[in-house]
């Protein structure tokens, strides 16, 4: 016990980090990483998959194919740079926006379809099984990941578990209670806040008045920095830092990604009702893509060919992914009782028949 | 007196008791200025002031607790969740704390407030959108639990649980906010809670149900009803504690019970309901009571929400096995 | 073969388990060199290290969801919730997650997993430390919830739900902790879950039960055996999925139903169980079915605990209302 | 959003204070109610009140008259300094060992032996009709005092709610949420974290790895202060000014009391399976009472002759709350029923009328 009247007891500090400015410039030294050309455009390939895919969504939903969507539009760096910064061996744990990262970890376009499309085969992620579904009740997914966290631990593996969480998310119990589990014991766990200013239509002033959320970390007594989450460049190399870190026993750190939710909150929201298109345009002018873009073509390593070449493959993959979504029929019946348990109990055999009787005669 | 949503009503009544009473505040995710994902509370911030018309942190333990500690203290807490799949987070202060206030405490500190959320399926919703969970809280003693099936209802009963003075559960069946419009006299009166309305008179069946599954019911008789068959129709509305008279009556005319309801039937209200009717009232009964209810399996994501919860055709043949023996 | 008591039968079910499945991880409040407040792992983490027998932080739903991440991952957690009354913050967990793992993602993922806790009253605890909350899980499609009345069913089922490839609730029914000693093999047996246990064969009247209340039931039908009533008392063990042809075959023969349980009696399990034999035995039944159950109210704190849980003399008249008619 | 590399977003200090050492000696400058000889007298008294109490509590668990029950000992500073900074007006709310701090707010020690002795009647509280009970699911109290808090905001009055949480409290997500809402909105909330080392078996560091637990409140972007918690005279200091603050708008706050608890958990505890006897004889040498004694004692304002009269009194006092306790009948079985909701539906009566019938046959 400190015996001192006044003294302080700990001090602590928050970095922000970035690498390019808001018009793709380099602020100061880059990451290692930044001499791999191919790292780069794929990123940026990424990114512009992620974009375009978003845009077909929301248009599918608009036209009633799909249901209600939540947009992306504006946060795929802070997407795509975690992606890159993930091993395959690393398990995910997302809430409902990220499909730069899915994508990245090899989720097909048609798989997101699906789950928005109203069809639990939409969670079937074939080259990364381990990977866990959206989580839409916010908040839950951290308590699993720090639990998926603790199982590596305890084998003493070399993988991480990585969580994303939203500004609105950070108010939920569920993640304190996680951060502080994984300070405890040390565990494999990184997590994302995505700070994307808004929660639904709740501003991130009125969630809290932590000055950052990068400091809910220091709650868990672990180490946190807040980034620029339109820079893909300062989050793969921060990501990719803390994981390495925590897959070599080092413990779990908080990273604060700072973005902007361009789009409506879903397809089912009205943005204009609560925000200004003031701050939507000055969002605009700081979003991720066409800064990357920038710095690559400063750099020599795009151009408008390249541009071209890109647009038309993703338009073709995203083309394919809705034709085999449209084309894929309903479920049967069976399959709302097939995947409960192991071995259903024989009470649910008769719903599952009479379910399917009705479906026939419905047709 | 104008023709308005469930939604709207639901609105009006906000609207009328924080006119007439400033104690009424009103707390939630979204509840303010964007007047609540289904534009519920739509208005009142910008009429009755940010003090009392406030947006939450997204937490719902906390919404429920904060609204127990408002309520302790004079203050009336209308809070949303917004959705009742989220209620889960809520339970430990719903089921530990606002249910038990009064009770643990000999009377001297209680609990008025109401919880209100949407309830159900049937809109295409996203996961975890679309659930009906009012057994869980019907289970607990201490709560009332209500459910209205129209925009008067919706408005009446509402008035009525604001002024309760005691927690109400107050769920409103999402695919019924906008399904009809209605006149709703906005006159301040409440409706009875702890009382079933009786939607369809009839002497053959009688078929009890609540929330949206009393538009399928309804439905349903009509369409039976063509065969001769008379459907005695019971919306129950108040959920907990449930007004079993008005539903034995019914039984005793009848001598046949159907229970129509979306939640999985498992451990459901409607097994309560099931269980109490053949207590008290086994030798009216031509027949076995039936019931016709979701699945016990997960509400499924929405492509297949359709053949999960009950459908007309479903009812209709629920009503024919009821009068079969 | 040692006489010992569902405490310690718990115990050497764990130990078993963790000798012959490395997989196997124990965690909750204080079950590490405490042994958990009852001593249901006392020396297990001596014996098996503090990596596989771990505290976790003071945090329910932070050992559901941590349990969850477990068992997708390969790891088989036995993860205990210090008393029922403190399940809700689990709930979310629970409920979202751990229930429906396996069908929201088809299959892929699977949630093998064991939540123990203790249940019910009777010891004089203070406030909160003597729920049933059975119904509230029992309701979830996707769970199992098992509880045990003896030392040999305990370690028995305790092994078969571990074993399971689905999320299994372990209710500990506190006043049986160390009621009896019973000789209980160590020999990794494990007993089938989803069926219910016949503890006393008869004639006369179904009586279904579980947990403790096995004990008060054993007692009445005793009792009222002196009077030439005999009772056929059924454990049910499994309490979701419930074994109900057992429970319609004893009904089937003896015409009459009495349902005993600790919970309060609104919408709990009891009702499910009333519901479902009247619906599929309806005339077979020779008269109503009847509950002896909880009241509808908080479980009082201990003074007046026994006047809450029905005793013997209440399962008595129990019985003879239900031979009444 | 910040444009330099590498700079830093936030910086925090935990400050640390007391005002006595071990033996009850000055190590700084005193708060000037230590002028106020009747004031230290009086919560010299409560802690000693506090602390006969308890043990009399412990005897009657140990010879079968009493339920469970959580010993306060060694954490009667903490209580009591809370109890003496609050007003009246402001609202309680408390886990369950804070005997101290309902003593000081006219809490009888009658209705605490009620609680404890299984009878809902022990939370009668006269003099304090606004204040909550004991609380016993962990954590849950928070929300419910920052929603208390909250009404005192609406209702523009000058008053606080203070909370009561543990070290094993803070790791539930209802401490944080209720820390956050309290800092968004700026409530009159004064949290009081006490640190007593153990929950149950856990110690505070397998609980969390934040060195501190006041820099909790970091997370919820509002101070916090760490303080000797076995110093009476700090916790009133350090507790009164945040009161104060608070209820002139100045926003929540939190304050970490390092105490210990000396006792095991409960009676039904025994915790000398899982810590050592070192470890308790010392938190003895710091204990909260000989501490303050000494300090009264050297400044000449106690001595023998009145710690004779007080223990006199206490013992007095106790012997009448047993008394009376001892001789209160068991409610009768209507009072399951009477006070669920203000209008019991009508099967409540039937069962109401059962459960007398039963009572009367069981004499
Ligand atoms: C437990 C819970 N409560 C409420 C909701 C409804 N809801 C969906 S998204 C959302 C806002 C989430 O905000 P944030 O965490 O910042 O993520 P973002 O949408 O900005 O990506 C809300 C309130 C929910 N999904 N889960
Ligand atoms: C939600 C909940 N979970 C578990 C318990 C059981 N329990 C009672 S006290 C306690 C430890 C509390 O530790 P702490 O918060 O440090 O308070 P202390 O007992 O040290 O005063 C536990 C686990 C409980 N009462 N509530
Ligand atoms: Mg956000
Ligand atoms: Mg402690």
Avoid at chain 1, 68 to 73: D, G, K, Q, R
Avoid at chain 2, 110 to 137: D, F, Q, Y
Avoid at chain 2, 221 to 243: F, H, N, R, W, Y
């Amino acid at each position: 016990m400190l015996m001192s009247a006044h003294t302080v007891a700990a001090r602590f500090e928050i970095p922000y980090r970035a690498c390019l400015d808001a018009d793709g410039n380099p602020i100061g030294p880059l990451p290692s990483f930044a001499q791999d050309a191919q790292l780069l455009r794929d990123m940026y390939r990424m990114m512009v998959r992620a974009r375009a895919f978003d845009a077909k969504a929301v248009n599918l939903q608009r036209t009633g194919k799909l249901g209600t969507y939540p947009s992306c539009l504006g946060q795929e760096a802070t997407h795509v740079g975690v992606g890159a910064a993930m091993d395959p061996e690393d398990v995910l744990f997302t809430v409902y926006r990220e499909i730069g990262t899915k994508f990245w970890r090899g989720v097909d376009m048609y798989r997101i379809l699906l789950y928005w499309g109203g069809d639990e085969r939409g969670t079937l992620y074939e080259r990364c099984p381990q990977d866990f579904p959206f989580c839409v009740p916010i908040g839950s997914q951290m308590p699993q990941a720090a639990g998926a966290a603790l199982a590596m631990q305890i084998r003493g593996e070399r993988r991480c578990a990585l969580a994303f969480v939203g500004d609105g998310g950070t108010s939920q119990g569920a993640f304190y209670e996680a951060i502080n589990f994984a300070g405890a014991r040390s565990l494999p766990l990184v997590c994302v806040i995505v700070n994307n200013r808004w929660a639904i239509s709740v501003p991130v002033e009125r969630q809290t008045a932590a000055q950052t959320l990068a400091q809910k970390a220091i709650a868990a007594g672990i180490p946190a920095l807040q980034i620029d989450g339109n820079d893909v460049l300062v989050v793969r190399e921060t990501v990719g830092e803390a994981l390495e870190r925590a897959r070599s026993g080092g413990g779990p750190s908080v990273i604060e990604a700072l973005t902007y939710r361009i789009a409506d909150h879903t397809t089912s929201d009205d943005a204009s009702r609560y925000r200004t298109s003031e701050e939507v345009q000055e969002a605009w002018a700081r979003e991720p893509v066409v800064r990357l873009g920038r710095y690559l073509r400063a750099r020599r390593l795009w151009d408008d060919a390249a541009e071209e070449t890109l647009k038309r493959e993703c338009s073709d993959e995203i083309e394919a992914a809705v034709r085999r979504y449209l084309a894929t029929p309903k479920q049967s019946t069976d399959a709302m009782f097939d995947y409960l348990m192991a071995e259903p109990p024989a009470s649910l055999q008769l719903q599952r028949e009479q379910a399917r009787r009705y479906a026939a005669t419905r047709g | 007196m104008a023709k308005i949503t469930m939604v709207e009503a639901i609105n009006m009544a906000h609207a009328w008791e924080m006119e007439h009473d400033p104690s009424v505040v009103v707390l939630g995710e979204d509840v303010g200025i964007n007047g609540g994902v289904f534009r519920a509370t739509v208005g009142l911030q910008q009429r009755f002031g940010a003090t009392r018309v406030q947006d939450t942190p997204l937490a719902e333990g906390l919404i429920a607790g904060t609204a127990i500690g408002l309520a302790a203290q004079g203050i009336r807490p209308v809070a949303e969740i917004q959705f009742m799949g989220f209620i889960y987070p809520a339970l430990d202060q719903i089921a530990s704390h606002m249910a038990r206030l009064r009770n643990r405490t000999r009377g001297r500190l209680t609990c008025p407030l109401v919880l209100r959320m949407p309830h159900g399926g049937g809109i295409h919703a996203p996961e975890h959108h679309s659930e009906s969970l009012e057994a869980l809280l019907c289970h607990h003693p201490g709560l009332r639990v209500v459910c209205p099936s129209s925009p008067a209802r919706a408005y009446g009963l509402l008035l009525a649980a604001i002024r309760d003075p005691d927690p109400v559960i107050f769920l409103e069946p999402v695919r019924l906010y906008r399904f009809i419009r209605q006149d709703v006299e906005d006159d301040g009166r409440a409706l009875p809670i702890d009382s079933c309305f009786v939607l369809r008179e009839g002497s053959d069946v009688t078929i009890v149900t609540w929330g949206a599954m009393t538009v399928e019911t309804l439905k349903a008789a009509e369409q039976i009803a063509a065969e001769g068959v008379s459907c005695e129709v019971i919306d129950v509305a108040s959920l907990a504690p449930i007004d079993f008279e008005t539903i034995l009556d019914s039984v005793v005319k009848t001598g046949r019970l159907l229970i129509v309801h979306e939640a999985p039937r498992n451990c459901a209200v409607g097994a309560e309901i099931a269980a109490t009717v053949s207590e008290q009232a086994l030798y009216d009964l031509l027949g076995p009571i039936r019931r016709v209810t979701g699945y016990d399996t997960v509400m499924p994501l929405y492509r297949l929400e359709y053949d999960y919860i009950p459908s007309p055709a479903r009812i209709v043949d629920g009503i024919r096995s009821t009068l079969a023996e």
